[in-house]
């Protein structure tokens, strides 16, 4: 059962009801526009439409009918839907009907159908609905192709195409991110993030966005406008925040999972604090200025800080992961059953799979089922008719691939492929969207089903059916898992701790003879025959870039205390320049007004300074304390001794006339005294 047809704003559309080629449309060999429904053209449910047909008799043929270059504005990515039929004669040489588009980035092939050997076909017309997604190239233009190929065409009445439409997919106009620190683009933990985005059409329920991975509360702040909150954790990696926003609009087409600001904003996780650093000495500034000491003529106190070097996270370098690559014949992996595996009626698998040939009937990438004398167990994906069948047992349902739900895969491309149960339905998704469903009631019939899960082989029958390509990142659970959470997580790595993930193989490691299980489970998977195909991965992972200047932007505060007090914070931050930074050592500095404002500042007593660092994200690291006491000295001591002599003969006595001399001794220095004679 497929989703409903969707509608929207059309950028382009082609019925042929004029009966000729278009203008600009090019075609060669059998491809004509027909109205014709005889016995030849069943499925041609709408003439006129384009038809390939067999006759003139075709061998080993490849022959295609193109759009002209379709104007799509400035959308970077459009719907594609269209009609399709094949009225074939007989199975036994292959003829196949390839799409594909080119929206600026060469020719990619996204659906293939093909009916031969081992590819049969029971309903005769077989027509379908078509829609696929394409990208779009800056302000390229689009074409689309359809490519009928086979051996002989004799062995088919035609393949019929209509009712070509290119929809433009719902975008947002605006996205931006900041936090609330000080500075908009830092964050440490605790930071509250906000992300708003701004949409060009209504949607159909809450857009989802996801941040390092977490799902985030969004509120709609009226008409288009949106806002999704996020509080950084302690266990967010260091460097931008990353984060997802996917949307579906009032017509029911999915906009493509947004993953960059409009104005090239960013949120910077810095959840390590700056490094240690030292101090050096103490000076009194202003007024009368004496080593280790605080006079009443001093302005300021100044401490001499080390410029330590700091790095910060501030973007990522991208490579592709690995996977393992099976050959068709009897590659395989086995990963044991478990009875986590065998829900009951909660079900989600997902994997990445890239086929590297056409397949043929009931070959499979992933078996935990049973098909084999009477019995039937279990779920997995194979292959059928004209596309990749999601197979589930259910205690009530019974097995008929042919109406099972079911997708293409193109050859040669990356898809992801994830299928749910919810106890009534299963539905299929591709790349994030819901392409088919199926209704199947009931509990998983587990009883017969494999010890073993198998990737590489769906096992009919008794006998092997080897799938030929690559396979990644195979995921399972029990839960089943929201459209949106699919279509989030399928291109970024969990954790393997996320509530209902059973089973979690990466397929990363790049050699060996097994693979890990990433859940706590760890349930390896032995690797019989498979290769390792490196760097061939729709997983990128992250290398950290390093801004080593980052410590210039932080600043430097000043700590002070009075005998054994505690520290406390004085004077104003002073920012960190470049040539502080070259210079490996700055000058802080607090007023008087302050410094003497510390508890238990008194003449007599002693100070001592340290600081602390902060950086720009708030982290803040403390230096050690300076090996300067600063003793506070606001009154001249008295002298000692002091003596008073005359000139007379009786040096204690004197007449009018005499010479008094006083004499006095201060343990420090002091500016000259005024001295007074009474008497």
Known sequence: MLPALITGQILYQENFDAGNWPADWTHEGN???????????????????????????????????????????????????????????????????????????????VLNYAIGPGLAIQDNPWSSMESFSAAITGSSDLQLKWSAYGTNSWAIDAW??????????????????????????????????????????????????????????????????????????????????????????????DGQTVKQTTDGSNVIVDNSDPPSFSVGAVTSTGGTVAANIW???????????NVPQDSAVASFNYYQGNSLQFDGANDEVSIPGLAAYQATNALTVESWVKPGVAPADYDGFLSYAMDAGGTQAGFGFAFYLTGWKFFLKTTTNSINYASMAGTQMPVGQWSHMAA????????????????????AMGNVQWSGAPAEMVLGNFPKDGTGHFFEGNIDEVRLWNVVRTKDQIKASREINLTGEETGLVGYWRIDEDSGASTADSTAAANHASINGATWSVQDSPIEFQTPVYDTGVIVGSAYQLRGRIGINNFEVIGEKDTITASDFNAGTKIVSAPE?????????????TAQLS?????????????????????????????????????????HLAKTGDVITIAMTYDEDVDLPAVTVEG
């Open 611 to 651: 600081a602390l660092l902060f950086d720009v994200a708030g982290n803040f690291s403390l230096g050690d304390t300076s090996t300067t006491n600063t003793a506070i000295d606001l009154q001249a001591n008295n002298p000692n001794p002091v003596s008073i002599t005359s000139n007379n003969t009786f040096t």
């Open 420 to 439: 749910t149960y919810d106890g009534s339905e299963v539905k299929l998704y591709r790349n994030g969207a819901l392409v088919d469903s199926a209704d």
């Open 593 to 605: 007004s302050v410094f003497e404002a510390l508890t238990g500042f008194a003449h007599g007593d």
């Open 31 to 109: 491809w004509v526009i027909t109205s014709s429904q005889n016995s030849a053209h069943e499925g041609n449910d709408t003439p006129p439409a384009a038809v390939f047909e067999w006759s003139p008799q075709q061998y080993d043929f490849d022959q295609s009918m193109i759009t002209p270059l379709i104007d799509v504005g400035d959308n970077d990515g459009v719907l594609v839907e269209f009609y399709f039929a094949l009225d074939f004669y007989q199975a036994q040489e292959l003829n196949g009907l390839r799409i594909s588009y080119n929206g600026g980035a060469g020719w990619i092939e």
């Open 160 to 253: 019929i195409v209509d009712n070509i439409k290119v929809l433009a997919l719902p975008k947002l106009t605006s996205v931006t991110i900041e936090s609330a620190n000080e500075d908009p683009a830092t964050a440490t933990a605790e930071t509250n993030i906000w992300l708003n985005f701004t949409a060009n059409s209504d949607f159909t329920g809450d857009p989802y966005v996801q941040i390092n991975g977490n799902a985030c509360n969004v509120d709609n702040l009226g008409g288009m406008n949106w806002v999704a909150y996020y509080t950084v954790q302690s266990s967010d990696p260091d460097g931008p925040l990353q984060f997802t926003i996917d949307f579906t609009d009032a017509n029911g087409i």
């Open 295 to 305: 006079n009443s003529t001093n302005t300021a106190i100044q401490l001499e800080v």
